[in-house]
């Protein structure tokens, strides 16, 4: 099984201040073929479902602000909010869909001050 | 609109079984891979069942293999997950989602309580 390690756990930051967190995988999510990272990010406000934010380790999913930026390839990976919203409190989890059994990060909560 | 609506949650005993459905509407339902997914209260998500468009192939991780049942009807638009001997560490909301690049779509979740 892939497993998915996302640090930090939580982060406290500040409105209009920079926040990146960390998704690593214990194997490649890079598939040769076709050159894509197979990995996603979500954010997963309170009392709310799961909301996909970006895919293939950098397409933004339609809709989404552009201060949402997914990058890295292979096993690591980040996700970048380049000015964080107030609205931007939520839970944010990777997950891998190289292959089965489709695993989940543990998610980094973020917290606004 | 993208719709996907889960049903079919509860209080259940131990051992006991369950049905869960899930109505998705505003796309072709027979061109999309659909997944089940929960989360245990106050903790993350967990993969549970995959299927195939055309419902050919399922796929499932080793904590549900052999108790639960991925289907889906595509001349009705529903995707259903049957789960049998239900244990206290299946307590979780279900949510039906849409295979994309990723999970795009979700529904509202239904709340499977597993209590005697």
């Known amino acids: 099984d892939i497993v998915m390690t996302q640090t930090p756990s939580s982060q406290a930051v500040s409105a209009g201040e920079k926040v990146t967190m960390s998704c690593k995988s214990s194997?490649?999510?890079?598939?040769?073929?076709?050159?894509?990272?197979?990995l996603a990010w979500y954010q997963q406000k309170p009392g709310q479902s799961p909301k996909l934010l970006i895919y293939?380790?950098?397409t933004r999913e339609s809709g989404v602000p552009d201060r949402f930026i997914g990058s890295g390839s292979g096993t690591d990976f980040t996700l970048t909010i380049s000015s964080v919203q107030a609205e931007d409190l939520a839970v944010y989890y990777c997950?891998?869909?190289?292959?089965?059994?489709?695993?989940f990060g543990s998610g980094t909560k973020l917290e606004i001050k | 609109e993208v719709q996907l609506v889960e049903s079919g949650g509860g209080l259940v005993q131990p051992g006991r079984s369950l049905k869960l459905s899930c109505v998705a509407s505003?796309?072709?339902?027979?061109?999309?891979?659909m997944t089940w997914i929960r989360q245990a209260p106050g903790k993350g998500l967990e993969w549970v069942a995959s299927?195939?468009?055309?419902?050919?192939?399922?796929y499932y991780p080793d904590s549900v293999k052999g108790r639960f049942t991925i289907s889906r009807d595509n001349a009705k638009s529903t995707l259903y997950l049957q789960m049998n001997s239900l244990r206290s560490e299946d307590t979780a909301t279900y949510y039906c989602?849409?295979?994309?690049?990723?999970?795009?779509?979700w529904g509202q979740g239904t709340l499977v309580t597993v209590s005697s």
């Open positions: 299927i195939t468009n055309t419902g050919g192939s399922t």
């Open positions: 505003g796309f072709t339902f027979n061109n999309y891979w």
């Open positions: 194997q490649s999510l890079l598939y040769n073929e076709n050159k894509k990272n197979y």
């Open positions: 997950q891998q869909y190289y292959n089965f059994p489709l695993t």
């Open positions: 989602t849409r295979v994309d690049g990723g999970f795009a779509y």
């Open positions: 293939w380790a950098s």
